[in-house]
């Protein structure tokens, strides 16, 4: 099951199980447009308040600015790689700790939506007030923090720690739950402030080294070290769909490292950590850890950080790869009512096309509409039986939240 980073505290408890079976083959998972996957876990720590004390306790580390209304705002300094760039060495742990760890910060959210009895890794509203605890990083000089949506998700008040314990209330300016990023603002007078550098997702290589900070079980600001596993990979959203291009890396995340940097070896940001997968028997590190890429969340922060809504696009069906010996995305579910039924897709189907994209498997078919608007026309080229074909499909625009039809 798919496990979101968060971590009770105290962490008198180890985090809730995973709730679902262990996570399907990709062949025989179906990707969302529809369903959320299982197998992955939300790296969230989650705490019932029981009578409002426990929360109270925790909360009461906010404070207000000091007095002082200037802020001073340092950049982290680029790190130089070490000169082997083929693993984890390849990075100057000590020195990229040092340049970058002040500009990530704890957050504590009261009140969020406890997903801890779900077997999707976001789950669904539960009857608790709950306290969860993850990570975030300030971007800029205004006092603007990235961190998950489902950090956040729901939560009556937010508080930001810094490395220097100072503590400030922090608002939600704007969520999206379909890539699962969230932009949070504090007031920045009188704090020293040390933005990180976004990088590009783009250029990342398999082998690639990386680093992520965040707060495991509350354990502040702890560095891991790995390298990009995989790239192109497919998670869940707390909406239900699916997010694109995500980051696998084997560097320890667990519990409470959700919304965290993932860096590389020069310190700058190519991912959100979100999601690890299990094997249903355990919501610690299993060497297989998710991350939102970069380039995703640059392509909306400034609406995020305008508090706007963004769209994305919609097709309206379920798929699944087709198998080992053939390519495109299966067709298992059509919404009705949706583009891919206007247009004339059907269950069966085998979508072999978006446009002049060629899609291989179910990834390829997430990837392709991730760089869509809505109200764009694309043709879907479909193999039918022994028949290929092309349908035009004006896309939608991605509902609020998935439907187990897609």
Do not use: C, W
């Amino acid at each position: 099951m798919s496990n979101s980073l968060f971590t009770p505290r105290p962490p008198s408890t180890p985090p809730g199980g995973d709730d679902g079976p262990p996570d399907e083959p990709p062949s025989q998972r179906p990707t969302a447009f529809g369903p959320t996957r299982r197998g992955l876990v939300l790296l969230l720590a989650l705490m019932a308040v029981l009578g409002g004390t426990a929360g109270a306790g925790i909360l009461a580390l906010a404070g207000g600015a000091d007095g002082n209304t200037t802020t001073t705002i340092t950049q982290s300094a680029p790190t130089a790689a070490a000169s082997d760039s083929s693993n984890a060495s390849g990075l100057d742990a000590s020195a990229l700790y040092a340049s970058t760890a002040p500009g990530v910060v704890d957050i504590t959210s009261n009140g969020v939506t406890d997903t801890s009895q779900s077997t999707s890794p976001f789950g669904g509203p539960q009857q608790q007030d709950t306290t969860a605890t993850g990570t975030g990083f300030v971007v800029d000089g205004k006092g603007h923090i990235l961190t998950a949506a489902h950090v956040v998700n729901g939560a009556s008040s937010v508080t930001v720690t810094f490395q220097d314990g100072t503590t400030r209330k922090a608002t939600v300016l704007g969520q999206d739950n379909a890539t699962d990023v969230a932009v949070l603002s504090i007031d920045a007078s009188g704090l020293t402030l040390h933005p990180l550098a976004l990088g590009s997702s783009a250029s990342l290589q398999v082998g690639d080294s990386v680093a992520a900070i965040g707060d495991p079980f509350t354990y502040q600001r702890s560095m891991s070290t790995g390298i990009v596993s995989g790239l192109d990979r497919t998670i869940s959203a707390p909406n239900g769909f699916t997010v694109a291009h995500a980051i696998q890396t084997d560097a320890a995340l667990n519990p409470g490292n959700s919304g965290g940097p993932v860096l590389d070896a020069s310190g700058k940001v190519i991912g959100i950590v979100d999601q690890i997968a299990t094997n249903g028997s355990s919501d610690t590190s299993s060497g297989v850890g998710f991350a939102v890429p970069i380039d995703l969340v640059k392509s909306e922060l400034t609406s995020l950080e305008a508090g706007k809504s963004v769209s994305h696009a919609y097709l309206g069906v379920s798929t699944s790869d087709v198998g080992s010996t053939t390519t495109g995305a299966l067709v298992q579910s059509v919404s009705s009512g949706g583009p891919a039924a206007d247009a004339g897709l059907r269950s069966g189907d085998v979508i072999t096309k978006l446009g002049s994209t060629t899609i291989k498997g179910t990834n390829d078919l997430v990837a392709a509409i991730a760089t869509q608007k809505p109200g764009d026309k694309v043709t879907v080229t479909v193999r039918r039986g022994s028949n290929t074909t092309g349908l035009t499909v004006t896309l939608g625009t991605q509902p609020t939240q998935a439907t187990s039809s897609g």
